[in-house]
């Protein structure tokens, strides 16, 4: 009866280390655009307006919260553009970010827009690579 021994050695760098946790806040860049104002108010009638720039507001709330004007700061002033992109970090997943644009023009500033709200997406999985240098070695070979 013949009897092998082998013995197979796994050298795979990183195979056996602490597996990775998704991080606790994340940074989201989120894009608005809107509609230009091309009118304003004077004396109660609507009058053509142009030299119009536009801030944008922000705020951040748990996701049981509500978007409220009240409770926003004022993340981008003096545009001209239609659109911004707004990079904010250290979000929760799952947390509100809440947006609204006011108008300007003449030194005067108008309403709020209408507020808009996304959700902070949580990060994708991390996916372990693909193991390397893996060998099988032979050990221990007996014969009757």
């Given at each position: 009866m013949k009897r092998l021994l082998c013995s197979i050695?796994?050298?795979?760098?990183?195979?056996?280390?602490?597996?990775?946790?998704?991080?606790?806040?994340v940074t989201a860049a989120t894009t608005l655009t809107w509609t230009a104002v091309t009118t304003g108010t004077q004396n109660g009638t609507s009058v053509p307006i142009t030299g119009v720039t536009y801030n944008v507001w922000s705020s951040v709330v748990p996701s049981t919260g509500t978007c409220a004007t009240s409770g926003m700061t004022q993340a981008a002033t003096g545009l001209t553009a239609l659109t911004d992109t707004l990079t904010q970090s250290g979000l929760t997943p799952g947390s509100l970010l809440c947006y609204a644009v006011t108008a300007t023009a003449g030194g005067q500033t108008g309403s709020f827009s209408n507020i808009v709200s996304?959700?902070?997406?949580?990060?994708?999985?991390?996916?372990?690579?693909?193991?390397?240098?893996?060998?099988?070695?032979?050990?221990?070979v007996s014969s009757p």
């Open positions: 050695l796994l050298l795979a760098l990183g195979a056996f280390a602490a597996p990775a946790f998704a991080a606790t806040t996304v959700v902070v997406p949580s990060p994708p999985p991390v996916i372990p690579g693909q193991p390397t240098q893996v060998t099988a070695t032979v050990v221990f």
